[in-house]
């Protein structure tokens, strides 16, 4: 991966290097002729980087042969060669070649190139995604759920791509075809080709809402420009410009307070009989429990009832997704709402700010503790280990299936491990385990535990409570419950 994104990232930076060069050497027409080159270039740099090899190869040949019939054909034959070739890349008719090509090459050649926000936030970054996806989940179901909602997605994403596709084709067609009489304008409908495929994206990825909201922040810039380039008097032409940039700067501005407004917390809701409380564990913050610079865990009391916390928690959610908090829980004991935040190693200022922003909230003092936890063990005791927190995760998962209308049976699958050999040996007559040896080292065996089941809660709860019974037997450790079907 890492070769691939140096060979690309050493070609955009020539490329780019060489743009003004080509300026100043160049004439129109050998400037027009670099810009056509520097974009095609560009377009399968990003194959190749997002594709992988074969993407890369398949599309080459596809660009290669339209490239050549629209050079020797005339030019009222041009369209009917931009279809074809926009049909060569959509249908994609040697997907049996490009399958040899996966199977024959190295996965460093194949695999799409990924990129991961890491740094020391990685951890934040990670649970926005979730929360994210979470927030988008109504529309996801429905694609389970709804196959005429699958279908028009569907059909939207390809026309959009399609469409894409048959105008960056037109587009280059047409540049080099006016190479003559080149104009800087004419590639101003690049900036069309690049809303269309982002519009895609977001269809594909989020939906028609997400989509629609892009294409609105998208349209300022273009009609901005028609009112420029508008016959208009120049009174009304510039007004009307201004405007509409105005506009577009307020649009996105409340697109971008929106964005930060979009909020979700998935909680595993359950009674703690051991403490006697009320808990809502965040179920987004789960995968990400164990990370290694959120180390700073706090813990706020708030004397209120749980209604009123939970018309301010919006709001609460807000203020930690714009300052980077995980809020990780919260529980409910006699009037007194307890929430539990995650902070940034190197911002323990910001644990005091948030106190403020509580008391100022609920107008009222709010008592707080701040510990360093980097092995997270105040959250496996009060949360993550809890028989009742592994109880109601196994059964949110579960009842997510069923939400997708998924009606078959469970899976419960257990990732523990052992100590001592012979313990593990003796667990093994009650349960059928899979070592998992790069998990395990000299210290400790780990297994997974799959355990068959029907997708009723009580039951769920019965097997999790025996398999745990057994494991409390045998000293075996609990790390992680999962759900499949």
Same mark, same amino acid.
């Not at 080459?60 to 005339?74: C, D, H, M, N, V």
């Not at 587009?171 to 003559?180: C, E, H, Q, V, Y």
């Not at 307070?257 to 789960?286: G, I, M, T």
């Not at 109880?391 to 491990?417: C, D, H, M, N, P």
């Given at each position: 991966?890492?070769?691939?994104?140096?060979?690309?990232?050493?070609?955009?930076?020539?490329?780019?290097?060489?743009?003004?060069?080509?300026?100043?050497?160049?004439?129109?027409?050998?400037?027009?002729?670099?810009?056509?080159?520097?974009?095609?270039?560009?377009?399968?740099?990003?194959?190749?980087?997002?594709?992988?090899?074969?993407?890369?190869?398949?599309?080459?040949?596809?660009?290669?042969?339209?490239?050549?019939?629209?050079?020797?054909?005339?030019?009222?034959?041009?369209?009917?060669?931009?279809?074809?070739?926009?049909?060569?890349?959509?249908?994609?008719?040697?997907? $049996?070649?490009? *399958?040899?090509? +996966? &199977?024959?090459? %190295?996965?460093?050649?194949?695999?799409?190139?990924? #990129?991961? !926000?890491?740094?020391?936030?990685?951890?934040?970054?990670?649970?926005?995604?979730?929360?994210?996806?979470?927030?988008?989940?109504?529309?996801?179901?429905?694609?389970?759920?709804?196959?005429?909602?699958?279908?028009?997605?569907?059909?939207?994403?390809?026309?959009?791509?399609?469409?894409?596709?048959?105008?960056?084709?037109? $587009?280059?067609? *047409?540049?080099? +075809? &006016?190479?003559? %009489?080149?104009?800087?304008?004419?590639?101003?409908? #690049?900036? !069309?080709?690049?809303?269309?495929?982002?519009?895609?994206?977001?269809?594909?990825?989020?939906?028609?809402?997400?989509?629609?909201?892009?294409?609105?922040?998208?349209?300022?810039?273009?009609?901005?420009?028609?009112?420029?380039?508008?016959?208009?008097?120049?009174?009304?032409?510039?007004?009307?410009?201004?405007?509409?940039?105005?506009?577009?700067?307020?649009?996105?501005?409340?697109?971008?307070?929106?964005?930060?407004?979009?909020?979700?917390?998935?909680?595993?809701?359950?009674?703690?009989?051991?403490?006697?409380?009320?808990?809502?564990?965040?179920?987004?913050?789960?995968?990400?429990?164990?990370?290694?610079?959120?180390?700073?865990?706090?813990?706020?009391?708030?004397?209120?009832?749980?209604?009123?916390?939970?018309?301010?928690?919006?709001?609460?959610?807000?203020?930690?997704?714009?300052?980077?908090?995980?809020?990780?829980?919260?529980?409910?004991?006699?009037?007194?709402?307890?929430?539990?935040?995650?902070?940034?190693?190197?911002?323990?200022?910001?644990?005091?700010?948030?106190?403020?922003?509580?008391?100022?909230?609920?107008?009222?003092?709010?008592?707080?503790?701040?510990?360093?936890?980097?092995?997270?063990?105040?959250?496996?005791?009060?949360?993550?280990?809890?028989?009742?927190?592994?109880?109601?995760?196994?059964?949110?998962?579960?009842?997510?299936?069923?939400?997708?209308?998924?009606?078959?049976?469970?899976?419960?699958?257990?990732?523990?491990?052992?100590?001592?050999?012979?313990?593990?040996?003796?667990?093994?007559?009650?349960?059928?385990?899979?070592?998992?040896?790069?998990?395990?080292?000299?210290?400790?065996?780990?297994?997974?535990?799959?355990?068959?089941?029907?997708?009723?809660?009580?039951?769920?709860?019965?097997?999790?409570?025996?398999?745990?019974?057994?494991?409390?037997?045998?000293?075996?450790?609990?790390?992680?419950?999962?759900?499949?079907?």
């Amino acid at each position: 991966m890492k070769r691939r994104i140096v060979i690309a990232g050493s070609l955009t930076i020539l490329i780019l290097i060489t743009i003004p060069v080509s300026l100043i050497l160049f004439n129109l027409r050998g400037q027009g002729i670099f810009m056509i080159s520097a974009i095609i270039a560009l377009v399968y740099i990003g194959i190749y980087v997002f594709g992988g090899v074969p993407k890369l190869i398949i599309n080459a040949i596809y660009g290669l042969l339209t490239a050549l019939f629209l050079f020797l054909l005339a030019e009222p034959y041009h369209l009917p060669i931009v279809i074809v070739g926009t049909l060569l890349v959509v249908l994609n008719p040697l997907s $049996s070649f490009e *399958s040899y090509l +996966n &199977s024959h090459l %190295n996965d460093e050649d194949v695999l799409p190139v990924r #990129f991961s !926000i890491r740094g020391s936030y990685w951890p934040f970054f990670s649970y926005r995604k979730e929360m994210k996806n979470f927030y988008h989940l109504p529309q996801a179901r429905k694609l389970y759920t709804r196959k005429w909602y699958l279908y028009l997605r569907q059909l939207t994403t390809l026309m959009l791509f399609t469409l894409g596709i048959f105008l960056f084709i037109l $587009s280059i067609n *047409s540049i080099a +075809n &006016s190479l003559d %009489n080149f104009n800087w304008i004419h590639f101003f409908i #690049f900036y !069309i080709i690049i809303i269309v495929f982002i519009l895609a994206f977001f269809m594909f990825k989020k939906g028609f809402t997400s989509t629609f909201r892009t294409l609105v922040v998208s349209l300022f810039p273009p009609v901005t420009y028609l009112f420029l380039v508008s016959d208009f008097p120049p009174a009304i032409r510039y007004s009307f410009a201004g405007s509409f940039v105005i506009f577009g700067i307020v649009v996105s501005v409340i697109e971008l307070v929106n964005f930060y407004q979009r909020v979700a917390y998935d909680s595993y809701h359950y009674y703690d009989v051991e403490d006697q409380k009320e808990v809502y564990a965040n179920a987004l913050f789960e995968p990400l429990v164990y990370n290694e610079t959120y180390i700073l865990c706090a813990e706020y009391q708030i004397r209120v009832t749980l209604e009123q916390f939970q018309k301010q928690f919006h709001d609460i959610l807000v203020y930690a997704n714009y300052f980077k908090i995980l809020i990780t829980a919260y529980s409910f004991k006699k009037n007194t709402v307890y929430l539990y935040a995650d902070f940034h190693e190197k911002n323990e200022k910001r644990y005091e700010k948030f106190k403020s922003f509580l008391e100022a909230k609920f107008k009222m003092a709010v008592s707080s503790t701040l510990t360093v936890d980097p092995n997270k063990e105040i959250y496996e005791k009060t949360f993550f280990h809890r028989t009742n927190y592994i109880i109601a995760r196994a059964q949110s998962l579960a009842g997510l299936l069923k939400e997708l209308e998924i009606k078959t049976k469970i899976i419960i699958s257990f990732i523990v491990y052992f100590e001592l050999d012979d313990e593990l040996e003796a667990f093994s007559k009650e349960y059928t385990v899979t070592e998992l040896d790069e998990l395990s080292d000299d210290a400790y065996n780990t297994v997974r535990i799959d355990i068959p089941c029907i997708n009723v809660d009580y039951m769920i709860e019965s097997k999790i409570r025996e398999l745990l019974l057994a494991l409390l037997i045998h000293n075996g450790k609990f790390v992680r419950v999962s759900v499949y079907y």
